[in-house]
């Protein structure tokens, strides 16, 4: 019982942040990086061209990453030290890489961390794992 507490816990934490990421994009309308260079004139009809901010993948890392932490010390699982910091080191990979692939501003992803460690953090404190 408590397993399915903890895969509710991630699919509330990821459903919230998909949506509050692809919500922002859709008010924010920033262009991504591609726009600012030579290949821009092929890639300016892509609707998705204007959806930079929040990066999607960057919220979805840290959301995963924050929602395992609160979880793992209310619990007081084991290694849940490392396993936060492997997490966390994903997710600035996942962010770093998104950068380079030059796919996002830094700010994008920062603003994506922010958003999924909030919304991560939010559904781990207020989602019981107990039913």
């Known amino acids: 019982a408590q397993r399915r507490g903890h895969v509710a816990v991630f699919a509330n934490s990821l459903a919230w942040t998909l949506a509050a990421t692809d919500w922002m994009k859709v008010l924010v309308r920033r262009k ?3 726009l600012y ?8 009809d892509d609707p998705n061209s204007q959806r930079s ?3 999607g993948h960057a919220s979805i890392a840290f ?7 609160v979880m793992a010390e209310r619990e007081h699982l084991p290694h849940r030290g490392r396993n936060a910091a492997l997490l966390y080191v994903g997710a600035l990979g996942v962010a770093a890489l998104r ?4 796919k996002h501003f830094p700010t ?3 603003g994506g961390a922010a958003l999924g460690t909030g919304i991560g953090w939010l559904a781990a404190k207020v989602h019981p794992t107990e039913p």
């Open 99 to 102: 950068v380079a692939a030059g």
């Open 32 to 34: 991504r990086p591609v």
């Open 37 to 44: 260079t030579a290949d821009a004139a092929a890639a300016k």
């Open 53 to 55: 901010f929040p990066s």
């Open 63 to 69: 959301a995963a990453a924050t929602s395992y932490l």
């Open 108 to 110: 994008d992803v920062l």
